[in-house]
């Protein structure tokens, strides 16, 4: 961590940590409380009226195709489902630390939030089959693995978008080379500096390279595996079937899950549904 924060002093003065909003806080204390209840989250959103609309906003959106508009806000938290709300209050939230900073494009604000929301409602699907704890640390971590990259294109701007021009998906590699730092690194700074658990930040440090995790490598593997099928689903839909020969890593990742590759295409419907449901609240809320 003190070689991320060395590098980006040297690299020019200001480099600015947000402030995390003490209301997103408040949203994590609650929801790591396994006492919590829909009731506790929504008296913390009714906090912030612009979360409560936001909120409304969602839930109303034609895609629901409600018949009757929903106004009451506990309402909304049942009908979208608790992790929902939370990916998107959380997701908002950490936006709105990043919102409005100059040289920061919006499409990169949008195409994070989005993988942040899909990679989140994944892990709940994906990681059924470990104990909640782990999930829980998991779910954190893909709702946040790639704050760093915000906070790159902002310090560096123009250099950052031309580097991530090269290639479809962020490479790491190249960030490391070109500017003495990756974002994997830079959101497990950030993730420090807003005191999230160790647990959660040492999952961020290394979610593109899983094998240097020193916890349970599930907890990492899960986010790594969130992240490649959002990949898969997002780019070639098609290719989640039995037909599929996916390579032996990739089994071997699902099989450390609980999870065989029948069993994922058997899932399929419900797997498609965090990825879409994300495509659905980005473009609600950016429209
Ligand atoms: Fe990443």
């Known amino acids: ?49 612009g979360l409560v609309i936001e909120l409304l906003r969602t839930v109303n959106s034609t895609r629901y195709g409600l018949r009757t508009p929903i106004s009451a806000a506990n309402h909304a938290i049942v009908l979208l489902g608790i992790p929902v709300v939370v990916s998107l209050v959380s997701g908002l939230l950490l936006l709105n630390a990043f919102r409005n900073q100059p040289g920061l494009d919006p499409n990169r604000l949008c195409a994070v939030w989005r993988n942040a929301l899909a990679c989140s409602g994944l892990v709940n699907v994906l990681g059924r089959r470990l104990p909640a704890r782990q999930r829980d640390h998991a779910f954190l971590a893909a709702l946040t693995q790639n704050v760093g990259q915000l906070a790159l294109a902002r310090h560096f701007q123009e250099r950052y978008d031309a580097l991530h021009r090269c290639g479809p998906f962020p490479a790491i ?104 449901e994300a495509s659905r609240l980005v473009h609600a809320h950016t429209r």
């Open 1 to 49: 961590m003190t070689a991320v924060q060395d590098t980006l002093r040297a690299t020019s003065a200001g480099f600015e940590v947000p402030a995390l909003p003490d209301l997103l806080r408040r949203v994590l204390d609650v929801t790591s409380d396994p006492r919590s209840s829909s009731r506790d989250l929504e008296r913390v959103i009714r906090e912030d009226p």
């Open 173 to 276: 590699v190249a960030e490391r080379r070109r500017l003495g730092v990756d974002h994997a690194g830079v959101s497990a700074y950030l993730l420090d500096q807003w005191r999230f658990p160790r647990e959660v930040i040492a999952i961020v440090e290394v979610h593109h390279e899983p094998e240097r995790y020193g916890g349970d490598p599930r907890e990492v593997l899960l986010v790594a595996v969130a992240d490649g099928i959002d990949r898969v689903v997002t780019e070639r839909p098609e290719s989640l079937t039995l037909a599929t020969r996916p390579p032996a890593r990739c089994l071997e990742r699902l099989a450390s899950l609980g999870w065989t590759w029948s069993d994922l295409v058997a899932e399929r419907e419900e797997l498609l549904r965090p990825v879409t």
